[in-house]
């Protein structure tokens, strides 16, 4: 610029007035061009997902919130509290019986209530950050913003029913994002309240039978029958929304609107570098998108390199990562992807026992891994933000294996072929299981869906010599998922396979100094599972000179 300017001084005045108006609009459309808004479209044009994430592979994720109050009754509480008969929704049978005996009727004392109940009195995110990343071995964390129950878990300039105004009276997502940042890992939140209009309407309703039979719940409360109560000042209709019957589609495009608000609030106002949404598409369309526009283009301005991560349920949808919920890829996928595991239906609950056992959750982990994909863990907390003691014992175990074969997991990446010996039995999805998570087993057969697939710790075993693979730098790790001392067979690894490894120069145990004795013949590889293992589960072992 210095140099144009100088070599304009030789030009003739008038053509030098004229070619100092065009450079300041040249500048000018520069500028222009720097702020201008990007869309969706020309966003994920460049959008590329980002090494950190790909590396990662382990995340954990805190689904909690003010449903985590009541002992029993689901992880859909605030809507099954209000259903007599929850029909195929098994899972919050206990919900309206338990509601009933320990807060009263929802006539009276309805969701609002149970959130006033939420005082997360023991919860140290410090803490908490400090096991997740340390013992636990997560290299990113993910906090829930908001479930179905339209509460918010941040202090909302939108949404009145927000953490920080009612419950814990704390900022839930502040604090979990600094203690993130604070131990070093990327932050997510999740959301969730895509389900709103239909998931609450039975707030609206009434008993069918008994005592209370016509007498219609809370929902139908206004801000005057607050007067005097503790919810004085708080609009019913602001967490309920309207009765159906006064709900128009100006309203609701309203509440859309609002929403939006709340995302653009929540995605830009704190530091977030991953955001998990719920349901089958974007968010209330249009506006879900808008929200996941301004969230990727807020990034790119703070940040100058879009390094964040959206990840759902809309395969093949660029700029968002591949998401299945308690479930897993069949195969290989060529992006890295994404599975989310709870140990039950998300929020603790005494009446619903764990599907899964450090076993089950560490051959998920490495089911997903070998397959390019990133495991997330939801870490149940009780109501007053710490750990159920039956959870934290899966937990430590789940740890100490990751301490030690985390340099097979961490930035691996997939082999040709995931895996040898295939299992070929049933997953739990097959299995007439008809309560299996929040879901309907006959239209996720009718589907294929990999949602929901995973196998838990009542599924068959593996057979003894079925592994899975990743691999780093020279190395091929092959996990035996369900290990037993003597001889194995992997066909994929002989020399004259279609998969075409090369000749094996060594092989050892993760946890041992001790080379194991191997025979690698056209057909197969041969080796000694030794009977001295570091731990009861999935053993690794690093094969040199294969790759």
């Known amino acids: ?31 222009y061009s720097q702020e201008k808004e990007l869309s969706w479209e ?18 954990v994720w805190v689904h909690w919130g003010a449903q985590s109050v009541p002992e029993y009754g689901g992880g859909w509480y605030a809507r099954h509290m209000y259903m007599q008969d929850v029909g195929k929704e098994t899972f919050g049978k206990n919900a309206y019986s338990y509601h009933l005996k320990t807060f009263g009727h929802p006539s009276k004392v309805g969701y609002k209530d149970v959130i006033h109940a ?38 909302s300039k939108y949404q009145e029913w927000n953490s920080v105004n009612v419950g814990p009276e704390r900022d839930i997502i502040g604090e979990f994002c600094q203690s993130a940042k604070k131990y070093g890992v990327p932050f997510g939140v999740s959301t969730h309240d895509e389900r709103f209009f239909e998931w609450g309407l039975p707030a609206f309703g009434a008993d069918t039978s008994g005592e209370f039979k016509g007498v219609p719940y809370d929902g139908r409360l206004t801000k005057e029958d607050g007067v005097g109560l503790w919810w004085e000042g ?13 709900r128009t589609p100006e309203w609701e495009a309203a509440w859309k609107q609002n929403w939006l608000l709340r995302m653009k609030d929540l995605l830009t106002g704190y530091d977030v ?51 299945i919920e308690q479930g897993v890829e069949l195969d290989i996928y060529p992006q890295t992807w994404q599975s989310i595991c709870s140990f039950t239906h998300w929020f603790y609950k005494k009446d619903d026992p764990s599907r899964h056992d450090a076993r089950s959750t560490i051959e998920l982990l490495v089911d997903v891994v070998s397959k390019n994909g990133n495991f997330m863990l939801n870490v149940e907390l009780l109501p007053d933000g710490t750990i159920p003691p039956d959870h934290k014992a899966i937990l430590d175990d789940f740890g100490a294996w990751m301490r030690l074969n985390g340099e097979a997991i961490y930035a691996s990446k997939p082999w040709k072929v995931y895996g040898d010996n295939f299992y070929t039995g049933l997953t739990d999805q097959d299995s007439g299981n008809a309560n299996l998570a929040n879901t309907d087993l006959a239209a996720l057969k009718a589907k294929k869906s990999k949602q929901f697939n995973n196998r838990t710790k009542d599924s068959e075993p593996y057979g003894h010599d079925e592994v899975r693979f990743t691999t780093k730098g020279d190395v091929l790790y092959v996990f035996v998922l369900n290990p037993k ?7 994929s690894l002989g020399l004259k396979s279609t998969f075409n490894p090369k000749k094996i120069q060594g092989i050892k145990m993760i946890g041992s100094d001790d080379d194991i004795e191997f025979e690698q013949t056209d057909d197969k590889l041969k080796f000694n599972v030794p009977a001295d293992r570091p731990n009861q589960y999935a053993v690794v072992f690093r094969i040199k000179g294969v790759l």
Request: proline share 5%; glycine share 8%; with cysteine.
């Open 485 to 491: 001392a003597g001889e194995i067979e992997l066909p």
């Open 234 to 246: 708080l609009d019913p209709v602001n967490l309920y929304g309207l009765p159906p019957e006064k």
């Open 1 to 31: 610029m210095k140099k144009l300017l100088q070599s304009m001084v030789l030009i003739k005045p008038d053509l030098r007035c004229i070619l100092f108006v065009l450079l300041i609009m040249v500048v000018n459309t520069a500028g």
């Open 118 to 155: 939420w005082k997360a009195e023991n919860l140290n995110t410090d803490s908490l950050l400090q096991y997740f990343t340390q013992q636990l071995g997560a290299r990113y964390f993910m906090a829930l913003a908001h479930h179905h129950d339209n509460f918010d878990n941040w202090n």
């Open 42 to 59: 020309e966003l994920t044009e460049q959008y590329e997902i980002p090494e950190w994430f790909s590396e990662a592979r382990f995340g």
């Open 273 to 323: 570098d991953f955001m998990w949404f719920d349901g089958r598409g974007f968010p209330y369309g249009d506006y879900g998108k808008e929200a996941f526009r301004v969230f990727y283009s807020d990034y790119l301005k703070k940040h100058g390199k879009l390094n964040a991560v959206i990840a759902g349920k809309i395969p093949g949808e660029k700029g968002i990562v591949n998401d």
